[in-house]
């Protein structure tokens, strides 16, 4: 990964600066509170935190327009937050409360939002790729400049329904992202042990696709590859592909030990590679923000999250005829 910096570019606004640090802080706030409320049993079923990988969505959110949209696996809280989802509405789902994106159907690993064009959240390794696909042939067939982020990590990146959608998308110049979170352990093994490749994002360059590897630690990179890549598509040269190098600081789910890794790798990686104090520090030393004003902040998003949690408390419990909602749908011809 890239040495870590001090002080931001000349180029990067510190309204950008403070924006993606209020971003990237109301998802690590939030995900420590679904942790806590997971181990209260509060939360059931699977649960699968964002917690060190926040700069890779915010970041690409960052580049994002009006009218794109975005898939993703069953880590997906932080990409809910991301693209504007009510934190309430989302701590609710997880809860299982009526009040939830899914009517407390879908739980962590189900839930959407039509308003905000995030389709998901998917609990089988990489079944939302074809259907980011899907959503960009859609957008290609209207003749938009809209694009679609489809993310996976690295275990799914060995699954073939990626390869197929490589295939698609780059025989239809589609207008898709395929966002590869590589957070280097899949669900228990280092990525290094399941791929023989090094590089994840250059097997695509045997269907022609354009691609990259990027510090999913520092979202001003991220911003700027997302940024690359969205022209790309809206020119309307087909897809590209982000392998995004993070880490996740939690196990794979809240039932993972995470044995399969020291714990002084997890706080070295912490003390020196924290996406949120990246950005802390570029604030602080380029002297654009005080000590008191991040205190502010950080005070600020625990109130949300506070307030997410408790309407998730207060919000009933679906009504059992809700079972039978929302299983079929009306075709219109």
Known sequence: MAIRKTT??????????????????????????AGQLYGMGLIGG?????????????GLEAAAAEGDKRITSYRDHGHMLACGMDPGGVMAELTGRAGGYSKGKGGSMHMFSKERH?????????AQVPIGAGLAFSDRYKGNKHVTFAYFGDGAANQGQVYETYAMAALWDLPLIFVIENNQFAMGSNSRRAAHTPSLWERGTAFGIRGEEIDGMDVLAVK???????????????????????????GHSMSDPAKYRTREEVQK?????????????MLLNGK?????????????IKGIVNAAAEFARESPEPDPDELW???TAEMQV
């Open 8 to 33: 931001a570019p000349d180029d990067v606004h510190p309204d950008a600066l403070m924006a993606h640090y209020r971003n990237m802080l109301l998802i690590r706030r939030f995900e420590e509170k």
């Open 224 to 250: 700027a590859a997302g940024d690359r890549a969205t022209a790309h598509c809206r020119a309307g040269k087909g897809p590209y592909i982000l392998e995004v190098r993070t880490y996740r600081y939690r």
């Open 118 to 126: 995030f389709y998901g959240g998917h609990g089988i390794v990489g």
């Open 269 to 281: 990686m912490r003390a020196e590679r924290d996406p949120i104090d990246l950005v802390r520090d």
């Open 288 to 300: 654009q923000v005080g000590e008191d004003a991040l205190k502010a902040i950080d005070k600020e």
């Open 325 to 327: 909602t929302d299983v």
């Open 46 to 58: 699977f649960c699968h935190l964002y917690i060190g990988q926040e700069a890779v969505v915010v």
